[in-house]
């Protein structure tokens, strides 16, 4: 299975948030190998895309998370990552940027560009939002009672 690399940018500063993410991080991490790297934010894209670029591997699978991107459900985003296992991928990096999005070279690099929601969501939220999802992807795998449809 393919480890699974969260590149975020900033640290969460609210503590529920925080404590959620940690909470699905750990949850998360009963099914495979992940790692939570903050690169450092700044006031525009440019710099925080450049510190996102310097922690993509040249053989990593990239997934952007973009307001902009392809919106998927639950169940196609844990078949989404079925898929990413049998092709024997080594890393998957999930990138979500900070709160003035990502710059053009970041959006280039990206194997995949996907959305949470059509809205537009505090960047901590989102943070929250998306491990939740993941965790809920491996439940669904599992054949786990957690997702309902």
Same mark, same amino acid.
């Given at each position: 299975?393919?480890?699974?690399?969260?590149?975020?940018?900033g640290?969460?500063?609210?503590?529920?948030?925080?404590?959620?993410?940690?909470?699905?991080?750990?949850?998360?991490?009963?099914?495979?190998?992940?790692?939570?790297?903050?690169?450092?934010?700044?006031?525009?894209?440019?710099?925080?895309?450049?510190?996102?670029?310097?922690?993509?591997?040249?053989?990593?699978?990239?997934?952007?998370?973009?307001?902009?991107?392809?919106t998927?459900?639950?169940?196609?985003?844990?078949?989404?990552?079925?898929?990413?296992?049998?092709? &024997?991928?080594?890393?998957?990096?999930?990138?979500? &940027?900070?709160?003035?999005?990502?710059?053009?070279?970041?959006?280039?690099?990206?194997?995949?560009?996907?959305?949470?929601?059509?809205?537009?969501?505090?960047?901590?939220?989102?943070?929250?939002?998306?491990?939740?999802?993941?965790?809920?992807?491996?439940t669904?795998?599992?054949?786990?009672?957690?997702?309902?449809?």
């Open positions: 299975m393919a480890k699974m690399i969260f590149l975020t940018v640290s969460l500063k609210n503590k529920a948030c925080l404590a959620l993410q940690e909470e699905y991080l750990g949850r998360i991490r009963h099914y495979t190998s992940c790692e939570l790297i903050e690169a450092r934010d700044a006031t525009q894209k440019i710099p925080e895309s450049e510190n996102l670029l310097k922690k993509i591997g040249s053989g990593d699978f990239v997934v952007l998370l973009d307001e902009k991107g392809k998927v459900s639950s169940t196609g985003l844990a078949q989404q990552i079925q898929k990413w296992n049998g092709q &024997g991928l080594k890393r998957v990096v999930w990138i979500v &940027g900070g709160a003035f999005g990502v710059a053009e070279e970041i959006k280039k690099k990206a194997n995949l560009v996907l959305s949470l929601s059509s809205l537009t969501l505090p960047h901590e939220l989102a943070r929250v939002v998306f491990f939740e999802q993941i965790y809920r992807a491996f669904i795998l599992k054949g786990e009672k957690y997702h309902h449809e």
